[in-house]
């Protein structure tokens, strides 16, 4: 276990944002939760955090962070046709998928390059290209840190949603690891069709031993031409989610908006919110050192020295303007850290 005293948390949050923690506390596995419950820290201001790639911070964090280093990766359970592979929280989700490619190990190719860790993997329900951590997830062995126990969620209990799950709202629980359903050839159930994923495939695509790493090379392509690299441009990826409103919103709206896309949603209607801020003007546009991405009008951006605070007056700006336009509500993916 390593722990840091006054830490700067600029190079552990995608954003770039210069932050100060109390305390950083690098651990390894449960046994050293089980340390850190046994000193009571838990009983104080904490949380959890991965890559901090969901994340901005507003202001100095006048607690106890920690970090998982954790990163095996295990074999469970094996048969011809999928197998069950435990990883650790502090693995980066990518290179969990990088190992599963290489090894013929289906189902998460789609999910490569979501700056993410294991452990946050299912308490986000990450998701790209038609495929959801849900999808693969099978089980979470979690930390109670109420009362130092281990607990295993199975899918069903981990009540994933859109970019939600149980844990989301009840960050007691720590993710040690997770289970993950992988296939084997043969059973693999690729998913081609969602965006623009099936045209960057070679027109040659096949389900041939190669198809897992050509798909995460066409979706690794596709998201470094549409996304800032968070080595070079500071975000969170997607600042907002996607809003849900009723079918009478959607068939008022497309009165005044003919083009504007939208999708069936069971009860209600998803309208993509970068396509509401594109249209309210923000695309390109800066505000002091923080701007929206000129690519994708849904990725707010660090566009040097900005400050949790200037990025969260932007996305401020950003939700008056939809809301003034459309009468919508867009709120934020990314979660607020402050005082
Ligand atoms: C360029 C870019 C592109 C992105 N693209 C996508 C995308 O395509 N799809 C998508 O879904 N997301 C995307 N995101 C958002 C981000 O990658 C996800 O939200 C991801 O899950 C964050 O993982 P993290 O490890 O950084 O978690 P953090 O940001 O560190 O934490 C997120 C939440 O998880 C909690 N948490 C972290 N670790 C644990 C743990 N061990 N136990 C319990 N709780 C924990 C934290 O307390 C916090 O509430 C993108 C982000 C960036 C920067």
Avoid at 311 to 320: K, S, T, Y
């Amino acid at each position: 276990m390593k722990e840091y005293i006054d830490y700067q948390l600029k190079g552990n949050n995608t954003f770039g944002i210069p932050a100060l923690c109390d305390r950083f506390i690098e651990y390894a596995g449960i046994d050293e939760l089980k340390d850190l419950y046994a000193r009571k820290l838990f009983e104080g201001k904490w949380m959890s955090i991965g890559c901090g790639a969901n994340l901005l911070f507003c202001d100095d964090y006048h607690g106890v962070i920690i970090h998982s280093v954790a990163r095996q990766v295990e074999i469970r359970e094996e048969n011809d046709r999928n197998l069950l592979v435990r990883a650790e929280a502090g693995l980066v989700l990518d290179d969990f998928i990088a190992q599963a490619v290489d090894n013929g190990w289906g189902g998460m190719e789609n999910l490569s390059a979501i700056p993410c860790s294991v452990g946050a993997a299912p308490v986000q329900n990450v998701g790209a290209y038609g495929v959801e951590a849900k999808d693969v997830v099978e089980s979470v062995l979690v930390f109670d840190t109420r009362d130092g126990s281990a607990r295993t969620f199975t899918n069903a209990e981990c009540a994933f949603g859109y970019r939600n799950s149980f844990f989301k709202t009840h960050p007691e629980y720590v993710v040690v690891s997770v289970d993950f359903r992988l296939t084997k050839k043969g059973n693999w159930q690729l998913r081609l069709d969602y965006g623009n994923l099936r045209s960057a495939l070679s027109p040659q695509f096949s389900e041939s031993d190669d198809a897992l790493r050509e798909i995460r090379e066409a979706v690794c392509r596709i998201r470094h031409e549409k996304l800032p690299d968070p080595a070079v441009i500071g975000s969170a990826g997607s600042f907002f989610k996607n809003p849900v409103v009723d079918c009478a919103v959607v068939d008022r709206l497309l009165l005044d908006y003919p083009k504007m896309p939208f999708y069936e949603m069971g009860e209600g209607r998803k309208i993509p919110a970068g396509w509401m801020i594109e249209q309210s003007g923000w695309k390109g546009k800066r505000m002091g050192n923080a701007g929206v991405y000129e690519k994708q009008a849904l990725v707010l951006v660090n566009l040097g020295g900005a400050s949790g605070k200037e990025v969260w007056r932007l996305a401020q700006n950003i939700v008056d303007s939809v809301r003034e336009k459309f009468g919508v509500e867009i709120s934020p993916e990314v979660i607020k850290v402050s005082e």
